[in-house]
């Protein structure tokens, strides 16, 4: 099945080093969909995570006297932690939690979120040295930046905290109905 590795030795590493890759960045979205309860994507994903390193492996050991494929291994695997970040930052898959401590008039920042189509709660809160206006809004991952800027605009120095959330329902979230109106989660 493999004999193009003995026309071409040189060929192997580069297919570890790939392979490798691969396998990784499949493992990082695998521990994605199972911290987030896709019972469904998970094994999919970690049935081809595992084909994959099993080819992998068994290359790595059928020529374990080469240091270049144990090297090729373990620079696909490095790499592959590296890949598994930034897929996993690109997707942006789940929901996060702003939580926004203002010492600015919060029905601002409220409305402000209102306006873009972000809900959002306000509660008012005692600091350690003042009243302060609390205002929770939860997103998608991929809404972050416009998130940030807004509360930047309302406050560039504002404290807010971000929060990854597992699931979300029943509320109003960024999700819009067919006349551009948040609309209630289900």
Not at 9 to 34: A, M, S
Request: hydrophobic fraction near 45%; proline fraction near 3%; glycine fraction near 10%.
């Amino acid at each position: 099945m493999f004999e193009i590795f003995d026309t071409y030795p040189w060929l192997l590493p580069v297919v570890i080093f790939f392979g490798r890759i691969c396998d990784v960045t499949l493992g990082t979205l695998r521990i994605i969909f199972v911290s987030k309860g896709e019972r469904y994507k998970a094994p999919i994903v970690g049935f081809f995570e595992v084909f994959i390193w099993v080819v992998i492996i068994s290359q790595v050991f059928s020529h374990a006297s080469s240091l270049i494929h144990y090297v090729s291994y373990a620079a696909g695997y490095a790499s592959g932690n590296y890949v598994g970040i930034l897929v996993e930052n690109k997707i942006a898959f789940g929901y996060i939690l702003f939580r926004v401590y203002a010492k600015n008039d919060g029905h601002e920042l409220k409305q402000e979120l209102s306006n873009n189509g972000f809900g959002s709660t306000f509660v008012r809160g005692e600091g350690a040295i003042s009243e302060v206006d609390i205002i929770e809004t939860v997103v998608s991952r991929k809404s972050y930046q416009k998130v940030v800027e807004i509360i930047e605009k309302f406050d560039p120095k504002a404290f807010y905290l971000v929060e990854d959330i597992r699931s979300k329902q029943k509320g109003v979230f960024a999700m819009t109905s067919a006349g551009g109106f948040p609309r209630p989660g289900k």
